[in-house]
């Protein structure tokens, strides 16, 4: 539930777990609440870095941080124009 959202951030021990599992070149993965947990997961090659990321979905256009607002710009001119 809603709860996630709230706990995943401040869980220091799932963070660990998720770390390790991620530091070990595995996959880790969530659905719904559960990307919450990611809040707090620092990648030492990047902890710096931005990575753009954009969902379209109809005409809604979705970006995950500052680095994705030329993207999601992008995408939502292309919709307008109706390339996409």
């Given at each position: 539930?809603?709860?996630?959202?709230?706990?995943?951030?401040?869980?220091?021990?799932?963070?660990?777990?998720?770390?390790?599992?991620?530091?070990?070149?595995?996959?880790?993965?969530?659905?719904?609440h559960g990307p919450a947990v990611f809040a707090n997961l620092k990648e030492?090659?990047?902890?710096?870095?931005?990575?753009?990321?954009?969902?379209?979905?109809?005409?809604?256009?979705?970006?995950?941080?500052?680095?994705?607002?030329?993207?999601?710009?992008?995408?939502?001119?292309?919709?307008?124009?109706?390339?996409?």
């Amino acid at each position: 539930g809603h709860g996630a959202a709230f706990d995943f951030p401040k869980a220091t021990r799932l963070q660990r777990i998720g770390s390790s599992i991620y530091h070990n070149s595995d996959v880790i993965a969530a659905v719904c609440h559960g990307p919450a947990v990611f809040a707090n997961l620092k990648e030492p090659s990047n902890i710096n870095q931005m990575i753009e990321f954009t969902v379209v979905d109809g005409r809604l256009v979705s970006g995950v941080n500052p680095a994705s607002a030329s993207i999601v710009a992008q995408k939502a001119v292309e919709i307008v124009k109706g390339v996409h």
